[in-house]
């Protein structure tokens, strides 16, 4: 079993920036690919990024391309999620997700209980 918890959420003005964080607990991280999804109010939960298991691969939808980095810290058993250059439409809650990934909602087992990112215009 792992244990997923988000931090470093918040309300930024469009333009700015937040850093994302997923620590996990009870196994090792660097037993799964790792993802980053986002669910707006009334929306469907979408992609956003995705690390493999070795760091070596990452994988970003469109819409974050240039704008959106996606880490991870094998020491301290976290992903981070660094967001630049935000924009209103960016707000949504923002979920970790621990799994074989790397693009789809089922293809991962655990997730976290997601940390909500405001941007105002």
């Known amino acids: 079993q792992v244990q997923l918890v988000e931090s470093g959420g918040g309300l930024v003005q469009a333009g700015g920036s937040l850093r994302l964080s997923c620590a996990a607990s009870?196994?090792?991280?660097?037993?799964?690919?790792m993802g980053w999804f986002r669910q707006a109010p009334g929306k469907e939960r979408e992609f956003a990024a995705a690390i493999s298991r070795s760091g070596s691969s990452t994988y970003y939808a469109e819409f974050v391309k240039g704008r959106f980095t996606i880490s991870r810290d094998f020491a301290k058993n976290t992903v981070y999620l660094q967001m630049n250059s935000l924009k209103p439409e960016d707000t949504a809650v923002y979920y970790c997700?621990?799994?074989?990934?790397?693009?789809?909602?089922?293809?991962?087992?655990?997730w976290g209980q997601g940390t909500q990112v405001t941007v105002s215009s």
């Open positions: 997700a621990a799994g074989n990934g790397p693009w789809k909602f089922d293809e991962y087992d655990y």
């Open positions: 009870g196994r090792t991280l660097s037993s799964y690919a």
